[in-house]
């Protein structure tokens, strides 16, 4: 079992930079695929990002892809999302994830059995 404590969201002007942190406590993620989904208002809650236990090639949703970079640290304790060239429609709460995802489930939300409790990202001018 692991608790996910996320940090780092907040308002940005588009084109902006922000870097989301997961932390886990009460266990480590090295056991677990993790990651990050987003719910944005009125929305359904959405795949941004996730990696392996087994594999350090991140996958990413296409509306991400080349902007947001997903990565663990050595001690598998913390989780970082960092987010370049913002966009309003990146706005949404942001939830880190961890659990027993596989190649072909990486991308479903059903996947995850630990969810954060979620931070929000705002782009705006």
């Known amino acids: 079992q692991v608790e996910l404590v996320e940090s780092g969201g907040g308002s940005v002007q588009p084109g902006g930079s922000l870097r989301l942190s997961c932390a886990a406590s009460?266990?480590?993620?090295?056991?677990?695929?993790v990651g990050w989904f987003r719910q944005a208002p009125g929305r359904e809650r959405e795949f941004v990002t996730a990696?392996?236990?087994?594999?350090?090639?991140?996958y990413y949703a296409d509306s991400v892809r080349g902007r947001f970079s997903l990565s663990r640290d050595r001690a598998n304790s913390a989780l970082y999302l960092q987010m370049n060239s913002l966009k309003p429609e990146d706005t949404a709460v942001y939830y880190c994830?961890?659990?027993?995802?596989?190649?072909?489930?990486?991308?479903?939300?059903?996947?995850?059995?630990?969810w954060g409790q979620g931070t929000q990202v705002t782009v705006s001018s």
């Open positions: 994830v961890a659990g027993r995802a596989i190649t072909s489930t990486i991308r479903s939300a059903s996947a995850y059995s630990y």
């Open positions: 990696m392996r236990p087994s594999n350090s090639n991140p």
């Open positions: 009460k266990g480590t993620f090295s056991s677990f695929s």
